[in-house]
C-alpha cells in the first residue's frame, strides 16, 4: 500500500494537530492513559474507546451543525 492509499492519510493535513489534540482530550474524559508517542502499553479495549468516543463526539457535533445549533 503506498503513502497516498494509507489509512493514515488525513483528507486536510492541516488538520492534523487539531485531530491529535481532540484524541488525547478523549482519553483524558475517558480515563485511559494516552502518551504522547508509544503507547503499546495500551489494550485494544482502550484504544478502541477512544476511537470510538471520537467518533460518536464527532457525530453529535455535526448533527448540531445540520441542525443550526
Not at 493514515?8 to 488538520?15: D, G, L, S
Not at 494516552?34 to 453529535?60: C, F, H, P, W
Request: no cysteine; aromatic share 2%.
Amino acid at each position: 500500500m503506498s503513502n497516498n492509499t494509507s489509512s493514515n492519510n488525513m483528507e486536510v493535513p492541516q488538520a492534523k494537530e487539531a485531530m491529535k489534540r481532540f484524541k488525547m482530550e478523549v482519553a483524558s474524559e475517558i480515563g485511559v492513559n494516552l502518551k504522547d508517542g508509544y503507547n503499546g502499553d495500551l489494550t485494544s479495549a482502550q484504544t478502541g474507546s477512544i476511537g470510538g468516543e471520537m467518533v460518536r463526539q464527532m457525530i453529535k457535533r455535526q448533527e448540531e451543525q445540520m441542525a443550526g445549533k
